[in-house]
């Protein structure tokens, strides 16, 4: 029997938290799955930690030079034999049946349906929160990467994490999933998102930035609706931060850039309010 599930955990530099995610896998209800790490050039003692965990479904590939998370998801992919496709974030981990859970979900679905994915938790401080509890509006939500599951045909009608983007990559190819696509949802925790330091406010200017040269490679690229809205995700960034002169000046820049969205108009119009409904 082929293997079931490909679960593919890229990472860099995360070796204090890298067997904790690996082992979320190994530890799963589900067993016909591989493992496989894509290590985006580490300078930490990531290998190490990878190599002495004893088990036979890990496939440990590495990057010599740094390219992204984009290209790491993407080796991954390629070098996988699953029937479905699953991701987890190298700081992130499984609960024991996430897998399980959510191949049950895509149990005897449509052509249509290409994803399953769930509820998590956010972990912060040793204290643990559902994320985005009430009532989840499914046309406009975008599902934590570390939930999904994905069949591979979605892959190839699809195609795989565009390249060029830094941050966000989740975003864009969901937005591209849903043109052909639609997906279940599991209104279940299945998977703990830890925030940590790489994670915390310390972090949010890199962050800033790779968004911003992310929109300059799209722009680059001819791209206009796609680098509106990043141009729109950076004003919403803007705005949650207080900053609303220049959360109004990128909301302008995504409407001028593709006007056919008028929802960048109204976010433009709104961005001087601290409370709005964001379109």
Request: aromatic letters at 14%.
């Amino acid at each position: 029997m082929g293997v079931s599930v490909s679960v593919i955990i890229p990472t860099y530099n995360r070796g204090y938290t890298i067997k904790r995610a690996i082992n979320s896998v190994i530890n799963q209800t589900y067993k016909n799955l591989e493992i496989i790490v894509v290590d985006d050039a580490s300078c930490d003692n990531t290998r190490d930690i990878v190599n002495k965990i004893g088990d036979s479904r890990i496939k440990y590939l590495i990057h010599y030079k740094r390219q992204g998370a984009s290209v790491a998801r993407n080796t991954g992919i390629r070098a996988s034999r699953g029937k479905f496709i699953a991701f987890l974030d190298s700081d992130d981990e499984y609960l024991p049946d996430k897998i399980e859970k959510t191949l049950e979900a895509l149990k005897d679905t449509s052509w249509r349906i290409g994803m399953a994915s769930s509820l998590y938790y956010i972990i912060e401080d040793g204290k643990a929160r559902v994320a985005s509890e009430g009532n989840i509006n499914l046309k406009r939500y975008i599902p934590l990467l570390s939930t999904w599951i994905v069949k591979r045909e979605v892959f190839e009608k699809t195609g795989l994490f565009n390249e060029s983007i830094l941050i966000g990559e989740d975003a864009e190819f969901f937005w591209r999933f849903r043109k052909r696509f639609s997906f279940v949802f599991v209104p279940e925790p299945l998977v703990n998102k830890y925030i940590t330091c790489d994670r915390s406010h310390a972090n949010r200017e890199k962050i800033l930035k790779l968004k911003k040269k992310t929109i300059l490679n799209l722009y680059k690229q001819g791209n206009k609706k796609l680098t509106a809205r990043f141009l729109n995700m950076l004003g919403k960034d803007y705005r949650g931060r207080g900053e609303f002169n220049i959360a109004k000046k990128y909301f302008l820049m995504a409407f001028k850039m593709y006007p056919f969205n008028f929802g960048y108009f109204v976010n433009f119009l709104r961005s001087h309010r601290k409370n709005f409904s964001e379109s």
